[in-house]
């Protein structure tokens, strides 16, 4: 048997003031900072979870998160892996824009539609130009995602760099967000794209799954400090 414990990052001060965040790079609050920490003792806990390497995202607020999670474990000396594709899905113009106001501009049934439907676009956004992303492939790099094009982005960099390793017995730990988590959790779990929109990742709390050699599950378990 083998573990994969997905986290999503502590609250940043985007979510604090309810504002659609995305590919916008911002840090965690006081209480987000409290969060992880919460989240590295209950990962802790986990006394047969060994992880050989930690997977996030090039965004401020999942690397943080991650290491704070990584020093209160004993972590700090495994391979740290930041990509693009474990990213938040990209809003688009609704990136910056309080998600109250958004459902006065635009109407509560699409903005619905936009942040929990599958397929759903939003408008798209100016082109990503911060030196993050100076090595990627500007083609493939997104102004706008649906939760499917998310999902497209990050299963190839499961499968190449998570699944392989969990196959060859080896924890992982991946730091990432709700959108970017729950577009991988669709995959593991084989959720219909009705079903999708029932599901959320809270902040801070891990998610620990148990597989079989086939990378079935047979346990699931979401760690809570209360």
């Given amino acids: 048997m083998v573990k994969l414990v997905l986290l999503r990052h502590g609250e940043s001060t985007a979510n604090k003031s309810n504002v659609y965040t995305g590919w916008n790079d911002v840090g965690l609050t006081a209480k987000g900072r409290e969060q992880a920490e919460s989240a590295g003792n209950l990962i802790n806990q986990i006394t047969d979870f060994k992880p050989t390497q930690i997977h996030t995202s090039v ?3 999942a690397i943080v998160t991650a290491n704070i999670v990584a020093d209160i474990c004993h972590f700090l000396y ?6 693009w594709r474990l990213n938040e899905r990209h809003y688009g113009k609704l990136r910056g824009i309080n998600k109250d ?5 635009f109407g509560k049934k699409q903005v619905l539609e936009w942040r929990r439907g599958f397929y759903a676009v939003p408008p ?10 100076a090595s990627c492939d500007i083609h493939l790099l997104p102004r706008a995602e649906s939760l499917y094009q998310t999902q497209k982005r990050v299963l190839p960099y499961y499968q190449d760099n998570v699944a392989t390793r969990l196959k060859m ?9 709700g959108s970017s988590l ?3 959790i669709k995959k593991l779990e084989h959720i219909n794209d009705h079903d999708i929109i029932k599901l959320e990742v809270p902040n801070a709390e891990p998610i620990v799954y148990t ?5 079935k599950i047979i346990d699931k378990k979401i760690l809570r400090s209360f």
């Avoid at 495994?78 to 990509?83: G, N, S």
């Avoid at 798209?124 to 992303?133: A, I, L, M, P």
């Fill in 211 to 215: 597989f079989d050699q086939q990378l």
């Fill in 182 to 184: 729950r577009a991988l």
């Fill in 101 to 105: 106001e958004s459902r006065k501009i």
């Fill in 124 to 133: 798209w956004g100016e082109k990503v130009t911060s030196r993050r992303y």
């Fill in 169 to 177: 017995g080896e924890d992982q730990l991946i730091v990432a967000h």
């Fill in 59 to 61: 965004l401020t607020r």
């Fill in 78 to 83: 495994l391979p740290l892996t930041k990509t």
